[in-house]
């Protein structure tokens, strides 16, 4: 089956640096979708990507789905405390049918320091 | 927008006594899932439906657990007998046309 590898397991940064973690796949995706879950809570989305090549932002989150569609990348800028939490990478293939099972990364823990 | 709605959020049991989480999906959403999370095996899906039709229950670890959804609105997970390794936090997430909007999880404990 699809396998994601996602990468770094864990960060540990200075409050105000920038973060960027990844998703590969060994097999092509038609959507790749981002989720930052905080502890206690369900995952939540943050930013979808439909189409191979795409950039897309949503404040100081940037995501990129890869040319290959084998891959995607976030990217947060000026991290500050609150971007405390794991980030996971979900893709999905779909062929024409309503396959809309996703496939999840490990995720990354990403811990801040102020 | 409620969002998805779960219940209980905690739930300690004992070994052999039946449990049923339940869910309560976005409106106008026309597929549920099922998941479990743990440390060990991260997110897994368990089962989904579409138009309240299990279409994949290929997740579904044994015959102990079941899941229905008899109508768009309510869905439940059941598992019995449960036992110490069912222990984990399951959620169930919504969606319309791709993007998944998770609820915020039943943390299940089976002492």
């Known amino acids: 089956g699809q396998q994601l590898n996602q990468s770094p397991q864990s960060m540990f940064i200075q409050e105000g640096e920038d973060v960027s973690m990844n998703c590969t796949s060994s097999s092509i995706f038609n959507t790749w979708l981002w989720y930052k879950q905080d502890p206690g809570e369900g995952p939540v989305l943050l930013i979808a990507?439909?189409?191979?090549?795409e950039l897309t932002s949503n404040g100081r989150l940037t995501a990129q789905f890869g040319i290959t569609r084998k891959d995607s990348f976030l990217n947060i800028s000026a991290s500050i405390p609150s971007d405390v939490g794991i980030y996971f990478c979900?893709?999905?293939?779909?062929?024409?049918?309503?396959?809309?099972?996703?496939?999840f990364g490990k995720g990354t823990l990403l811990t801040v320091n102020p | 927008d409620a969002g998805v709605i779960q219940s209980p959020r905690h739930e300690v049991t004992e070994m052999g006594q039946e449990v049923t989480l339940r869910c309560k999906p976005i409106s106008g959403h026309d597929y549920l899932f099922w998941y479990r999370q743990t440390m060990m095996r991260g997110l897994e899906l368990l089962i989904y439906f579409n138009n309240n039709v299990p279409i994949d229950d290929s997740g579904m670890p044994e015959d102990r657990f079941s899941a229905k959804m008899p109508n768009a609105s309510f869905s439940t997970l059941k598992i019995q007998p449960s036992e110490p390794r069912d222990s984990a936090v399951y959620f169930c997430a919504s969606s319309f046309r791709g993007e998944q909007y998770f609820g915020p999880g039943t943390r299940l404990t089976v002492t």
């Open positions: 990507l439909y189409k191979a090549g």
């Open positions: 979900a893709g999905r293939f779909h062929s024409g049918g309503s396959n809309y099972k996703l496939t």
